[in-house]
């Protein structure tokens, strides 16, 4: 990727770690952060489970985007075993903090668009809330053509990112036809999920229920959750 996308990333970054010191935004002791992340995780495995997915355990997964390894800890709860856990991000004190946090599995820092791996090594690609922070459509593209790339012919990839966050400038929301621009000639499965941030940590400690109710509406649900998969060739 560009040296100014680069720099700007880790600006971004650093400027949200700074606002955030000392919150509890993230923790799951926050009663808003935690339903939305047990929700997704409950999308995300229903998902799973419709593409003949039940279990993790000799799946071998790559994190585009892992910051500091959140996500694929979260898939070790699910089975996955360490080892077969990769993941890449373009920034290096976050690759470090992630190898650091989980040494058993495997980071490096690397660009998107030329990712360090054979191609076809990979079952499951996973990206969360990485595309939405780059504003180039062509870096975006060779991105996504690059996951494709090493994703096994009988692979999937996981997208979980937001079509709408007007709270931050610096970001872009993705749409399903988007989406589709950037992973032609594949399968879609769309999931519209994780009711707004901003309405869920005003409700969240006061009604779990009203939450799940809003969220089962979809209107204000800010994300897609996606299944994305090679068609068989004819």
Same mark, same amino acid.
């Given at each position: 990727?560009? $040296?100014?996308?680069?720099?700007?990333?880790?600006?971004?970054?650093?400027?949200?770690?700074?606002?955030?010191?000392? #919150?509890? !935004?993230?923790?799951?002791?926050?009663?808003?952060?935690?339903?939305?992340?047990?929700?997704?995780?409950?999308?995300?495995?229903?998902?799973?489970?419709? $593409?003949? =997915?039940?279990?993790?355990?000799?799946?071998?997964?790559?994190?585009?985007?892992? @910051?500091?390894? @959140?996500?694929? %800890? #979260?898939?070790? %709860?699910? @089975?996955?075993?360490?080892?077969?856990?990769?993941?890449?991000?373009?920034?290096?004190?976050?690759?470090?903090?992630?190898?650091?946090?989980?040494?058993?599995?495997?980071?490096?820092?690397?660009?998107?668009?030329? !990712?360090?791996?054979?191609?076809?090594?990979?079952?499951?690609?996973?990206?969360?809330?990485?595309?939405?922070?780059?504003?180039?459509? $062509? =870096?975006?593209?060779?991105?996504?053509?690059?996951?494709? /790339?090493?994703?096994?012919?009988?692979?999937? =990839?996981?997208?979980?990112?937001?079509?709408? +966050?007007?709270? +931050?400038?610096?970001?872009?929301?993705?749409?399903?036809?988007?989406?589709?621009?950037?992973?032609? @000639?594949?399968?879609?499965?769309?999931?519209?999920?994780?009711?707004?941030?901003?309405?869920?940590?005003?409700?969240?400690?006061? %009604?779990?229920?009203?939450?799940?109710?809003?969220?089962?509406? /979809?209107?204000? +649900?800010?994300?897609?959750?996606?299944?994305?998969?090679?068609?068989?060739?004819?």
């Amino acid at each position: 990727m560009s $040296h100014d996308l680069k720099t700007f990333l880790q600006d971004e970054y650093a400027h949200r770690e700074e606002r955030l010191s000392g #919150s509890d !935004l993230y923790s799951v002791f926050n009663p808003a952060y935690l339903y939305m992340v047990q929700q997704r995780q409950r999308q995300e495995l229903a998902l799973l489970r419709r $593409h003949d =997915i039940d279990h993790l355990k000799d799946k071998r997964i790559l994190e585009v985007g892992c @910051g500091r390894g @959140g996500i694929l %800890s #979260s898939l070790v %709860s699910f @089975g996955a075993r360490q080892h077969l856990l990769h993941g890449v991000d373009l920034i290096h004190d976050r690759v470090v903090g992630a190898q650091q946090r989980f040494p058993a599995m495997q980071f490096t820092c690397a660009d998107g668009q030329r !990712l360090p791996y054979a191609a076809a090594s990979f079952d499951l690609v996973v990206q969360y809330t990485a595309f939405s922070s780059i504003l180039d459509d $062509h =870096i975006k593209a060779q991105v996504a053509q690059d996951m494709r /790339r090493v994703l096994r012919p009988d692979g999937l =990839i996981l997208w979980y990112d937001f079509w709408l +966050n007007p709270s +931050n400038p610096q970001t872009r929301g993705i749409r399903p036809a988007e989406i589709k621009r950037l992973f032609p @000639g594949c399968r879609y499965d769309f999931r519209r999920v994780t009711l707004a941030p901003p309405l869920t940590r005003k409700l969240a400690a006061r %009604s779990w229920m009203l939450c799940l109710l809003l969220e089962k509406l /979809r209107l204000l +649900n800010t994300h897609y959750l996606v299944i994305i998969q090679k068609q068989e060739p004819h």
